[in-house]
């Protein structure tokens, strides 16, 4: 498959998009020995020499990571306030991934991260509805026409949300604590908190425990997983069957 030379540098690590165009143009890139100093000329990765510098190019394997994503961490590759970062967690990997999507600072769990950037889109692109699912818990005991009005979609300052799946996992009355487990097929900002802010249940504590088909199980917080090839298949197949589905309703 053909893509520019500009991607494939990029994808291959070797700067950022912008910078590899700056390379081209200033000559520092060979394709099949010959200097290629234009933009947009199209390359196929698996067949043409590509070199930076005289050396060449190692293209990246695709990655795809289930993270167990802490509280107090941001959902970014970078911060310039130096708080902690996710790809803080997997150095080891010696690969550039990315967060698909994000979670709040003070939310913790599944997080896929990748160096697969079609793959984030799909997965994160507003015209697919991939259900996430989260532990929440709130302040007391919500009743059941409080669950009912989540369930049918709550209005928020940037419109009504979509109906959401609701019900009680855990109730303890000691701590006056409830959990929920909550299923939104949206990925708004803040979505969760600000829907349970709109039925007067501020949220305590969030935790994503399900993107899509993908569990967050056993995994230990700050740890991940590599995902099979039959998990991303899945996954692709999810964002496209929620796009169906909801061109269907
Ligand atoms: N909803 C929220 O409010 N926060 C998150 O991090 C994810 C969903």
Redesign the pocket.
């Known amino acids: 498959m053909t893509e520019r030379l500009q991607k494939v540098l990029a994808q291959a690590g070797i700067a950022s998009r912008r910078k590899c165009e700056e390379y081209i143009t200033s000559g520092r890139v060979e394709v099949n020995e010959q200097v290629v100093t234009q933009l947009g000329v199209k390359v196929d990765p698996e067949q043409d020499e590509i070199k930076v510098d005289g050396r060449p190019i190692r293209l990246q394997s695709k990655l795809y990571l289930a993270f167990y994503k802490p509280k107090g961490v941001i959902s970014s590759v970078k911060d310039p306030e130096g708080r902690k970062v996710v790809t803080d967690f997997v150095q080891q990997i010696n690969q550039r991934v990315y967060p698909v999507g994000r979670?709040?600072y003070d939310?913790e769990g599944l997080l896929l991260l990748t160096n697969d950037g079609e793959f984030a889109q799909l997965l994160t692109h507003p015209k697919y509805h991939i259900p996430r699912t989260?532990h929440v818990t709130v302040k007391g005991v919500p009743h059941g026409d409080v669950l009912e009005k989540l369930k049918q979609g709550v209005e928020l300052d940037d419109g009504m949300t979509a109906p959401a799946e609701v019900e009680y996992h855990d109730i303890d009355p000691d701590k006056n604590r409830t959990v929920l487990t909550m299923t939104i097929y949206e990925g708004r900002n803040?979505?969760?908190?600000?829907m349970l802010e709109a039925v007067k249940f501020p949220v305590v504590k969030?935790k994503?425990v399900q993107f899509g088909p993908i569990y967050l199980g056993g995994l230990s917080r700050g740890r991940y997983r590599e995902l099979s090839q039959d998990e991303v298949k899945q996954l692709k197949a999810a964002a496209m069957e929620s796009h169906n589905v909801q061109n269907t309703k």
Do not use: I, P
């Open positions: 979670l709040d939310t989260y803040r979505q969760v908190r600000r969030l994503r």
